[in-house]
Structures are given as structure tokens and as C-alpha cells.
């Protein structure tokens, strides 16, 4: 068979000409003509991959196995086999993308010490940064709001973008997009994505499918344009950027057949949370969503994207739309020139992998139908994204909500309790009523919406339907619009919309992610303080993509998502306590009472607007300037050279000490020994909760720290803004968590099991790290679900935690915690904490580890309870390919990385050197 598919290889160069142009490419249809596999056949994703394999091929990091593996997807499919995959180029935020480049800074360093060439140290594909994660909502509902967020954004963490320019200067391949461009998915979506790659060869140049991965979750966005693209941790980009092979399992690929369309007044966010709901329900964790049917040409790119954005709240790796006529109508809609447009459709034809009416239907793992016509009106929420509520049904759920005991996920309120007001008085002396359930804060935020021109039109004419009618914001109601691209602004503002917008508040308040990761910026004053006082449970809504505890605001514990002209609606009404599709929004000055039926505006009416205002010019005129737009940016002075210049002093950038001790040699595994328990941790953790994305509070390990060094707290900024500073991150590891050991403690606490003292999971983990004593982590489903947080692995890594134990790890953060050196190991089906009896006074050890272990592999624990009495348990070593195995061994992704760069012909005068 390897020699069949040796030759079939050799036969996949083709050549095509366009426009008097020739191309050469990798005809993958090839390999099915020699027998190979049934190419033409598979899902259209699988078709990216191996055409990439195909590319790529090496014989060594891509073998002929990984090409007859991919091209015989489908039969005999090993579950635990894993594939390699090269992309095209690198998306990264500046929160996540930092550190990552801090790791890379602090490589050369290590690089520089050994007496090898620095630059060896840098992306070998392309790389985009967008700085659009820093910005916070502290100015809202003001002309100049926008001006002030992102005035305060350059105060604030003017040492990291200093460090981020100094990158941009220093690494080759390495482009930045400034602050205030827009969300770094939509300036994807509308700029850097091209849909194809050209990559000049020689004399030759080469077309290939455009493919990513990003650091982001929201990476998936772009599989509505086509392009096949996930999320995956800056731990694991940074082996990408060097030229490694991101490794994953070969994925199953569920169908989702879409039939009929939407009913009038349906949104694309209905449909991006029922699709939510549905696959949840169906389970498609670690699997790819590839979307067909005749329903599919009724939605535009931006409604697809907004569906393929929810793709980790499903479950799935990836939320797949093939390339079809909707893709090259939106690139001609971004602006982008007919050549490209004509090679865009020309190349995916060739490949067979354009999608048209008559296309046979591929094989896929598993086939599940939806009727579009069924889906209703909806939010999600009060804490999980997944948690569907259809809109004449949310009054009753969150009366339900706010009863149930908290052990049922509920609130505990009695029925006297959740009817409780407060009389709050306002800077401007009135005064207005504050219950359980009002909506204090309201925000068109985040990419998930703000990606699709159709619901931002929508709520522009549900403002101006609302002020037309005599409506007014409730005084007590934080609103914002923060736009994934300048874009927005243009087209709303020739829409004549804008201005109905701010007349209810919703004034651009910033051009980033802002409320969506929990930069919402403080509340009203005399807001704040009733809800402190008075113990209130109230709400926000946001056009956002998660709503996770902790996450939106500290003080606000109901979290709907809801599309954008429902957050204008629910921000109207004051409350979610309240039935919309029969009771009054409000009353206009005449008392007469105004319901959401009369403000909501039509299909016709929505796509009116849009052909009027939404125009190519609009995308061109913006991104031409795009790196020029923002001078405050480009007047920052940086260090010049190819070493960055630490400074100790710093609070926002130090060296990570991830390489202290590195050695070129690799020591043999080693079991576990003598570990202590640190958190004994429930169902769905997440990395929020893990490593917070939120303020830092002045008596928390961080802030404590920060005040140490001479911060004051109202300058402390967020957690994701200090990433660049191991010293605050760890302090911040898990310090959101309820640790099971002491819930009665609260968040960030644990029990030290050598004084039995209680205190921050930080302060007990230094205690343990002096004695030298490994540590463990002990969870139930869904461990490090929610965004691709590196920090949540590299946080536990500094605390000393050795290996986590759980019923089921997310995908990303599973990957990352392998990334650290900190081991997975699974409970298997049938065992958990709770049946072993499991209560965090234990002492454990591993079996077998130091024997080596295959990916996939049972090993046992022992666990010795206070009493003396032993007990064993099986666990599978999450290790899922050998690549993991690899870099588990080395100690982690940048050991790895560093010790293959030994190889290179600098090697030899390196481990001598040493």
C-alpha cells in the first residue's frame, strides 16, 4: 500500500492556467484514480486536510500512513490514530498571542545562552496578531466613549504593546493589526482570509485551500466562508509557528442536514443557539460539524459564521460550510478583485471541493436533520450557552431559575426574596426602581453577532421602531455597542441608524471584544452598590457567545445571550421578569403600553436597508489603512534588536520561567508519588474558572501581589491585560474555582493537608512546592471547557500540579495541559470522585508510568485514605497520539521544540557547549 501511495503522490502535481497565470497545485482526485481511496466522496472538510497532507508530505513529520489514512476516512476508522496537520498561517489575539511570543522571547533567550542562532527561534508561517482583547467598557453612553475606552486602553497596557510592537519589528513572517481595527474574527472574515494561499515555489507558484488555526475558540467563525480552521492553545500555536505539525485524532464528521428557511422575524442567533442546543443534546465533542442540505444556500456567509462561532459551545472542533456560490458572493461583497474571486472558484472546482446543488452528498460518521422552519425566537442562558430558552418561555424559566436550590444550579431565593426592590437615586437626582432580575447591563458586543450586517440592522430598526414610538432606556441600564469591525459604524451610520442607537444609549463604546470576556467595565455607582447592599440577583443580555459564572461581571449572576435586536428589546424592557411576545415592552408618553411585535422590523424591510448601505467600497476604504489608521500605535517607541530587553520592574511583561532548568537530555518517565490532592472539583470547570478572565480583586493572591510591587488597585487593570507576568497569572490559577474539599470557604480556596489550615489554592501550593510535594487535581465532566486559555494549563503547571484526574477534558485545554507537562489521566466509564469516596485527604500514586505508556493507555492510582486503607483505580492516560507522548516525555511543547532544533546543523556545537 506505501508504495501506492508513494507514486499516487507523485502523480498529484498538477498545473491549470487563469487570466493568462499558471498554478500549480496538489490534484488530490489523483489518488482516487490510483486507487488510493475514495476521495470524491469525503466530507469536504477531510478534503482540506488531505490535501494539505498531500502538500506537506515529508516522509517523516507526514507519512504516506497519515495520506491513506485520511483518504480512506471513514473505513476502519481508528479512534485513537492521529493525523498531522500543517495550516497555512497563525491568527492570534493579543491576550493570548502574547504570551505566546513572550515563550517565543524568552526561547531566543535560552537560544542565545546555548550559543545557537536566535533566529532560528521564529514563525515559519505566517502569523496575524489583531490587539483587540485588552479594551474595557469603563466609558458608556457618550459621544466620545469610544475615544475614552481606547485612550485608557493605551494607558493601561502601553508595556504590552510596546512589547507587542517590539514583536513586530523582531520576528519575520509577523503582522500586527492595531488596536481599535476591530475583533480579530470579523477582520478575518472581511481582510485576512483569502480563502486560497499562493506560496511562490521557485519560479512556480503554488494554490492551496486558505487554513488556520488560531488562539481563540472563536477561530471557527471562519469555517463559515469555507476555511478550515480551530482553536487551539498558545502553548500549541507556538509549535505550529516553529514548524510543527499540529497532531489531533482523526475526527468522526457529523452531517448536519439543514432543510426549508427561516420564519419571518427568525434570526441567525435563534438558529446559532437551537443548532447549540440540538448538538449538545447529540454530543459532538472532538468532532467535526459539516453543514449540507438545501437549507444551507438560504443563509448568507455571515449567518453561516455566526453558526460556525458557536462551534465550541457545541462541542465540535470545527463548524464546517463548504465553499459554494454564498462564498464568492461574499467576497465580492468585501471588496476583493475579480482575479481572485475567478481563482477562489476556479481552484475549489478543479478540486472538487466547491459545493453545488448536484454535488454527490459525502459519507459522513453520522447524519442529524434540522428543519429551519421550526426554529423560534430564543436566548440562552442564565449560565451556560448551550441552556436554550425559547423567548415566550423565559419569564417562566427564570421565575423558575431563581427558586431552585443552588444545589439544582438554581439561586435559593424565596418567592418574597425575588420580589424584592430597591429605590435608587442617580447622578442627575432621579430616581428609578431596582428588582431581582433587572437588566443592569446591555451589550451588542463580540463577534458571534457583530460578524452579520443583518441582525445589526435589525437592531437599528428596533431602536429607531423604539424611539419613534416614545420608548426610553430605564436609567439603571449600562448599555454599549462595541462592533467587531469599523465597517459597522459606516454602514449603520449611511443606514441612518446609528443615531436611534445612541438615543437609547447604545452609543460605540470600542472596537474589541470588551463585555463578551468580562472587559464590561464597572456598573452604574449607586447600581453597584443597591446590588452589594441589598444582595439583588440581577441580569445581564448581551449579543455575546458565552455566559459562564464570573465571567460577563462579578456582581451579575443571570447571564442571557440573546441576538442584537433582542438585547435592545430586553435593555428597553428593564428585566428579564418579564413574557415579551405578550406583555408590554413599555408604556410611550401617552401610558399606552408599546409590545416588541411593533417594534420588530421585517425580512423585506432588513435586506432594504442592507442593499442601500452595505456596500464593497465601505470594506476597501477601511483595510487599505488598516496598519496605518492608528497613529497612537505607530508612534510607540520600541528597544531595536533581536533580543527582547526584560525589564524586572515590570508588572505587565516578564521572562516566563518555563526554561529555568532546561537540559538537551530527556529524563525517563516517573510515576507520580506521594501526591496531595490541591482541588477536589465538580462537572464542568472551565477555564474561567480556571485561570480568570476577569478584574483582579485588591485581597486575592494577584492582588496582593500587585499592591506589593506598588500598584495601586485602580490601576490594577484585568487578568488577561497581565498575561505577560507569570508572578499575577499564577496567583490567579484557580481562583474561581469552588473546591469541593471546602465549599463553605469559597472560590480560590483549599484545605493545606500538612497544618489543615484553609487558604488560597496559591498560598497551599507554595506551602506544598517547599516540601517538594507533587499535587494533584481531581475533577468530574468537562474539565476546561469554555475559551483556549493557556494560562488555565500554565497556571496549574506553576502551582505544582503534576496530573489532573477527571471524568472528561475539553479538547483545547486537554491538548494544553499535555503542552505544560502536567499529564490527563481519565477516570474510566463507571468510576468517578464521588464513587471511590474520593474526599481530598488522600495521598495518590501512579503505576505504570515509569514503564512508558502508548497513547490511549489504562494505568492505575493508588490512593491511601487517612485511616492507612488503600485503594486502586483504573485511568486512561490522556496522551491521545504519539506526538503527546513525545511531548510529555520532553516536559513539554517548548522542550520539545528546542531539543529538535539541536538537530539542526547548529546541534552538535550546542550539547558540546553545554
Known amino acids: 500500500m506505501e508504495d501506492k501511495v508513494l507514486k499516487s503522490i507523485r502523480r498529484t502535481k498538477s498545473h491549470f492556467s487563469l487570466r493568462g497565470k499558471t498554478y500549480s497545485f496538489y490534484r488530490i482526485n489523483a489518488l482516487e484514480e490510483d486507487g488510493v481511496g475514495n476521495v470524491s466522496r469525503l466530507p469536504y472538510s477531510i478534503k482540506v486536510l488531505l490535501e494539505a497532507a498531500v502538500r506537506e508530505f515529508d516522509g517523516s513529520a507526514i507519512t504516506a500512513e497519515h495520506i491513506a489514512m485520511l483518504a480512506n476516512w471513514g473505513k476502519k476508522r481508528e479512534t485513537t490514530r492521529e493525523v498531522p496537520f500543517k495550516p497555512s498561517r497563525i491568527l492570534m489575539h493579543d491576550t493570548t498571542g502574547l504570551p505566546a511570543l513572550v515563550d517565543l522571547a524568552a526561547m531566543r533567550d535560552t537560544m542565545a545562552q546555548m550559543g545557537g542562532d536566535v533566529r532560528k527561534i521564529n514563525p515559519l508561517i505566517p502569523v496575524d496578531l489583531v490587539v483587540d482583547h485588552s479594551v474595557t467598557i469603563d466609558y458608556f453612553g457618550k459621544p466620545d466613549a469610544v475615544n475614552l475606552n481606547e485612550q485608557l486602553n493605551f494607558n493601561r497596557n502601553m508595556e504590552r504593546f510596546r512589547f507587542l510592537r517590539w514583536a513586530q519589528k523582531a520576528f519575520a513572517n509577523f503582522r500586527v493589526v492595531p488596536p481599535s481595527s476591530g475583533i480579530m474574527h470579523q477582520v478575518n472574515m472581511e481582510f485576512l482570509s483569502s480563502v486560497i494561499s499562493l506560496k511562490k515555489n521557485g519560479n512556480e507558484t503554488v494554490i492551496f485551500p486558505d487554513s488556520l488555526i488560531g488562539t481563540d475558540s472563536r477561530t471557527t467563525m471562519i469555517n463559515g466562508l469555507g476555511i478550515v480552521a480551530w482553536g487551539v492553545g498558545g502553548i500549541e500555536a507556538e509549535a505550529a509557528v516553529l514548524g510543527q505539525p499540529v497532531y489531533f485524532v482523526m475526527p468522526e464528521v457529523v452531517g448536519l442536514k439543514l432543510t426549508g428557511s427561516l420564519s419571518e422575524g427568525v434570526t441567525a442567533t435563534d438558529l446559532a443557539l437551537t443548532i447549540t442546543n440540538l448538538l449538545r443534546q447529540k454530543g459532538v465533542v472532538g468532532k467535526f460539524v459539516e453543514f449540507f442540505g438545501s437549507g444551507v444556500q438560504t443563509l448568507s456567509v455571515a449567518d453561516r459564521a455566526t453558526i460556525a462561532n458557536m462551534a465550541p459551545e457545541y462541542g465540535a472542533t470545527m463548524g464546517y460550510f463548504p465553499v459554494d456560490r454564498e462564498t464568492i458572493n461574499y467576497l465580492r461583497l468585501m471588496g476583493r478583485d475579480e482575479e481572485q474571486i475567478d481563482l477562489v472558484e476556479t481552484y475549489y472546482r478543479i478540486q472538487g471541493m466547491y459545493k453545488q446543488e448536484e454535488s454527490p452528498e459525502p459519507c459522513y460518521s453520522e447524519i442529524i436533520e434540522l428543519d429551519l422552519s421550526t426554529v423560534v425566537p430564543c436566548l440562552a442562558g442564565p449560565k451556560r450557552p448551550q441552556d436554550r430558552i425559547e423567548l415566550g418561555q423565559m419569564k417562566k424559566r427564570y421565575q423558575e431559575m431563581i427558586q431552585a436550590p443552588l444545589p439544582q444550579g438554581g439561586y435559593g431565593l424565596t418567592e418574597k426574596d425575588w420580589q424584592k426592590s430597591v429605590v435608587i437615586t442617580h447622578e442627575d437626582g432621579t430616581q428609578s426602581v431596582l428588582q431581582n432580575g433587572a437588566i443592569v447591563l446591555a451589550a451588542i458586543t463580540s463577534c458571534t453577532n457583530t460578524s452579520n450586517p443583518t441582525l445589526l440592522v435589525a437592531a437599528g430598526l428596533v431602536a429607531r421602531n423604539a424611539v419613534k414610538k416614545g420608548l426610553r432606556m430605564p436609567p439603571y441600564v449600562k448599555t454599549s455597542l462595541s462592533p467587531g469591525s469599523r465597517v459597522v459604524t459606516d454602514y449603520l451610520q449611511r443606514a441612518g441608524l446609528l443615531s436611534y442607537l445612541e438615543e437609547l444609549g447604545f452609543y460605540i463604546a470600542a472596537y474589541g471584544c470588551a463585555t463578551c470576556i468580562g472587559n464590561s467595565g464597572p456598573l452604574l455607582p449607586e447600581v453597584s452598590k443597591a446590588i452589594a447592599d441589598h444582595e439583588l440577583t440581577v441580569a445581564s443580555v448581551l449579543s455575546g457567545n458565552r455566559n459562564f459564572e464570573g465571567r460577563i461581571h462579578p456582581q451579575v449572576k443571570l447571564n442571557y445571550l440573546a441576538s442584537p435586536p433582542l438585547v435592545v428589546a430586553y435593555a428597553l424592557a428593564g428585566t428579564v421578569n418579564i413574557d415579551l411576545t405578550t406583555e408590554p415592552i413599555g408604556y410611550n408618553k401617552n401610558h399606552q403600553p408599546v409590545y416588541l411585535k411593533e417594534l420588530w422590523p421585517s425580512s423585506a424591510e432588513i435586506q ?307
Request: with cysteine; aromatic share 8%.
Open 608 to 914: 432594504q436597508v442592507l442593499q442601500q448601505s452595505l456596500q464593497p467600497e465601505l470594506f476597501r476604504k477601511r483595510y487599505e489603512v488598516v496598519y496605518e489608521a492608528n497613529e497612537q500605535w505607530n508612534r510607540i517607541d520600541i528597544s531595536e534588536g533581536l533580543l527582547y530587553q526584560w525589564d524586572e520592574r515590570s508588572c505587565y511583561i516578564r521572562k516566563p520561567p518555563f526554561l529555568e532548568r532546561f537540559r538537551w537530555d530527556v529524563k525517563e518517565m516517573e510515576d507520580i508519588k506521594e501526591a496531595r490532592v490541591l482541588a477536589l472539583l465538580g462537572d464542568v470547570v472551565t477555564t474561567d474558572h480556571l485561570s480568570p478572565s476577569g478584574v483582579i480583586l485588591p485581597n486575592s493572591p494577584a492582588g496582593l501581589y500587585l499592591q506589593s510591587c506598588g500598584v495601586e488597585p485602580k490601576d490594577f487593570n484585568s487578568y488577561p491585560s497581565r498575561r505577560g507576568n507569570h508572578h499575577v497569572m499564577v496567583r490567579g490559577a484557580l481562583a474561581n474555582v469552588l473546591n469541593l474539599m471546602v465549599p463553605e470557604a469559597g472560590r480560590g480556596m483549599t484545605k493545606n493537608w500538612l497544618t489543615g489550615e484553609i487558604m488560597s489554592i496559591y498560598d497551599a501550593a507554595m506551602k506544598y512546592k517547599e516540601k517538594d510535594i507533587p499535587l494533584l487535581i481531581i475533577a468530574g465532566k468537562e474539565y476546561g471547557t469554555g475559551s483556549s486559555r493557556d494560562w488555565a494549563a500554565k497556571g496549574t503547571y506553576l502551582l505544582g500540579v503534576k496530573a489532573v484526574i477527571a471524568e472528561s477534558f475539553e479538547r483545547i485545554h486537554r491538548s494544553n495541559l499535555v503542552g505544560m507537562g502536567v499529564l490527563p489521566l481519565q477516570f474510566v466509564d463507571g468510576i468517578n470522585a464521588s464513587s471511590l469516596g474520593i474526599t481530598g485527604a488522600e495521598t495518590f500514586r501512579t503505576i505504570g508510568l515509569d514503564k512508558g505508556v502508548k497513547p490511549g493507555q489504562k494505568i492505575k492510582v493508588e490512593g491511601i485514605r487517612e485511616d492507612g486503607t488503600c485503594f486502586e483505580f483504573d485511568v486512561i492516560v490522556r496522551l491521545d497520539n504519539a506526538i503527546e507522548v513525545e511531548y510529555y516525555r520532553n516536559g513539554g511543547i517548548m522542550q520539545t521544540v528546542m531539543r529538535r532544533l539541536a538537530q539542526s546543523p547548529f546541534g552538535n556545537s550546542l550539547k558540546t557547549a553545554q
